[in-house]
C-alpha cells in the first residue's frame, strides 16, 4: 500500500536536528492515523529504513539496530529501492535540514525519481542556501537585505567594510559555522580553517545593536504567516543567535527563551510581514519556510530564508493557530494536489543528429 515516507538526517552539520524535526513529524502523523515510513539517511551518505517509534538517543551513535538498508535510484519508477524493490511511497516529506539535503542535491534526486516532495524545488532550495545569490535577488527585487560580499582577497571586497565584520558560509544553514570577526586576515584564514567554508563564505557588517526577529510563512490551504518571534538571549552570551542559543539552550528549539508573540511597532511588524510575502513568491516556497529579519532603531533588514526550518517551525503558529499535526497534514495535502515534476524530449527528434556530418569534420 502506498503511503508517505518521511526522510532525515542526512551527511550535514545539522543531522542531528533533522533527526529530531524528522522523529517529531514521524511520531505526529502516526498519531494523526497516517502511517509513514520512516528514511533515516546516516552521515556516511547512506539510506536506512527504520522503526518509527524510535526515539532521538537511538541515533546518537549512528544507524540504530535492527535498521534496514536502502538504495535511492534516480529513475523513474525506482526511488528507495529495498532488497532490488521499490517501496511504494507516495510522497516524501522532507525533513532534512542543510546541504545537502536543503540545498537542492537531494529535490534534483527525488524530480528525476518522479517522487513528489514537501519544500520548495531543487531551484528554490539552492537559491534559499546560497546566501550570496539570495541576497543578490531580494535586493535586485528592491528589498532591504544585509549587505553581502563574496570574502576574497581582492581589495574591492573591502572597500566600504568596516571591522568588526560577520563571516557565514556561502552554502549552509542559519547559525552553522558563523563567525564576528575583527579584521580581513581573520576572515580570509576562515576559508582554510572552517569545515563549513570550503566552498565559500560570505561577509558582511556586524550591525551593532540588532535584534533578530522570524516568521514563519505556509502556502497550503493559502499563504499564510506566523505570529513573528524574537529570540531572548541569555545575558553573557554570544553577540550573534548562534547554534548554540538556538538548538542547545532550554533543552532544544521549542524549549528557548523567547518573546512571542514579539512587541513591535506597527509599522515595523508591517514591513516584516510584507517582505515575507515578497520573499515566499520570489523563492518559490512551498510547504513551510522560516524567514529571519534584523531590526534596529526601527529599521528592518532581511537576514536569510530557512526553507527546511528546525521542527518545521511548528511552535510559532500561535496566530494563527495551528497544531504540528494540521501543519503536516496539510503539508501533504499540498503535494497530493502535485504532479512529480515531467521532463520532455520535445524536439529532440534526431534531425540534428541525421544531417550532421562526421564527428571528426567538427573537431577543427
Not at 180 to 208: C, N, W, Y
Request: hydrophobic fraction near 40%.
Amino acid at each position: 500500500m502506498s503511503k508517505p515516507a518521511v526522510v532525515f538526517g542526512g551527511p550535514s552539520p545539522e543531522h542531528d536536528i533533522s533527526v529530531l524535526t524528522g522523529l517529531q513529524a514521524v511520531r505526529t502523523l502516526f498519531d494523526a492515523g497516517v502511517d509513514v515510513f520512516a528514511l533515516y539517511w546516516a552521515k556516511t551518505g547512506r539510506w536506512y529504513a527504520v522503526d518509527p517509534h524510535l526515539e532521538a538517543a537511538s541515533f546518537a551513535d549512528g544507524v540504530p539496530d535492527h535498521a534496514k538498508e536502502l538504495h535511492l535510484v534516480a529513475e523513474p519508477g525506482e526511488g528507495f529501492v529495498l532488497k532490488k524493490k521499490p517501496l511504494d511511497v507516495s510522497l516524501v516529506v522532507n525533513c532534512c535540514h542543510g546541504a545537502p539535503g536543503e540545498d537542492g542535491s537531494l529535490q534534483a534526486v527525488f524530480d528525476l525519481a518522479g517522487l513528489r516532495y514537501t519544500g520548495p524545488d531543487a531551484a528554490g532550495s539552492n537559491l534559499g542556501m546560497d546566501k550570496l545569490a539570495f541576497g543578490a535577488v531580494m535586493a535586485g527585487a528592491g528589498l532591504q537585505s544585509v549587505p553581502r560580499r563574496l570574502v576574497t582577497d581582492d581589495d574591492e571586497t573591502w572597500v566600504g567594510l568596516n571591522a568588526p565584520y560577520i563571516v557565514k558560509p556561502r552554502f549552509g544553514g542559519s547559525s552553522i559555522g558563523i563567525e564576528v570577526v575583527s579584521d580581513r586576515r581573520t576572515a580570509l584564514d576562515l576559508l582554510k580553517t572552517s569545515p563549513h567554508m570550503r566552498q565559500g563564505a560570505v561577509i558582511e557588517p556586524f550591525l551593532e545593536g540588532c535584534r533578530d526577529y522570524l516568521i514563519a510563512v505556509r502556502t497550503y490551504p493559502e499563504l499564510q504567516l506566523s505570529a513573528i518571534e524574537a529570540p531572548v538571549r541569555d545575558a553573557g552570551a554570544a553577540n550573534i543567535y548562534n547554534y548554540a542559543q538556538k538548538y542547545l539552550a532550554g533543552g532544544g528549539l521549542e524549549g528557548s527563551v523567547r518573546e512571542l508573540p514579539a512587541q513591535l511597532l506597527g509599522g515595523i511588524e508591517r514591513t516584516i510581514r510584507e517582505t515575507a510575502t515578497k520573499v515566499a513568491g520570489l523563492v518559490g516556497v512551498r510547504s513551510v519556510a522560516r524567514v529571519d529579519f534584523l531590526v534596529r532603531d526601527g529599521e528592518v533588514w532581511l537576514n536569510e530564508i530557512n526553507t527546511i526550518p528546525g521542527s518545521l517551525a511548528a511552535y510559532l503558529w500561535i496566530d494563527p493557530p495551528i497544531s504540528r499535526r494540521q501543519l503536516l497534514l496539510d503539508m501533504i495535502a499540498e503535494v497530493e494536489n502535485t504532479t512529480s515534476r515531467r521532463f520532455t524530449t520535445s524536439g529532440a527528434d534526431g534531425t540534428a543528429l541525421r544531417n550532421a556530418a562526421s564527428i571528426a569534420s567538427k573537431l577543427g
